[in-house]
């Protein structure tokens, strides 16, 4: 009879604790998305785009991303330089087919946001920092980004050269509950 007890009362913590788990609500990453990249000397787009969003401005501790872009899916408007880009020179597309990028944390800053986690580029991993804004109409959202990846950080092409180390990257990603 005692087991039967304590059974019960773990049970129903059990179901206590997930009852008022909090889940972050989930978002759909729609078509429309653009992550674009440029420098003084090649610019372009990535045309693959997929992962999950979970994101509420309420709860952020329960907020994650978990997004990957597909390196040969880059498109700089010239063929010979696409090419060239998904090289073992530069990206490597064969050996590294994915950019993933998976949050730790995500914080206000100000009327935007900032998000840390890792992103792993050219099978180099490190923990980097993206600011975004967040601006919600309904049941539809769009995610905004501007920052700086120093490719030298992740062994993309060599130091120096014709391509600035420091490229430019803008994130719009519309998504949908």
């Known amino acids: 009879m005692k087991k039967l007890t304590i059974f019960s009362v773990t049970l129903l913590l059990i179901a206590a604790v997930f009852a008022f788990t909090v889940v972050s609500p989930v978002w759909k990453i729609t078509d429309k998305y653009n992550i674009s990249f440029s420098s003084n000397e090649a610019g372009g787009i990535f045309k693959t785009f997929k992962g999950s969003i979970a994101f509420d401005e309420q709860n952020l501790a329960v907020s994650n991303f978990d997004v990957t872009v597909d390196v040969a899916s880059i498109n700089t408007g010239n063929g010979l330089q696409n090419k060239h880009a998904k090289s073992d020179e530069w990206f490597d597309a064969a050996k590294y087919p994915v950019i993933h990028y998976v949050s730790k944390k995500i914080v206000k800053a100000g009327n935007a946001y900032q998000v840390t986690g890792d992103l792993e580029i050219h099978g180099v991993k490190k923990e980097f920092t993206i600011p975004f804004t967040f601006k919600r109409?309904?049941?539809?959202?769009?995610?905004?980004?501007?920052?700086?990846?120093?490719?030298?950080?992740?062994?993309?092409?060599?130091?120096?050269?014709?391509?600035?180390?420091?490229?430019?990257?803008?994130?719009?990603?519309?998504?949908?509950?």
Not at 137 to 153: H, K
């Open 137 to 177: 109409t309904g049941s539809t959202a769009t995610f905004n980004g501007t920052f700086n990846v120093n490719r030298n950080d992740f062994h993309i092409g060599k130091p120096g050269g014709d391509v600035s180390d420091i490229i430019k990257v803008e994130v719009a990603v519309p998504v949908t509950k």
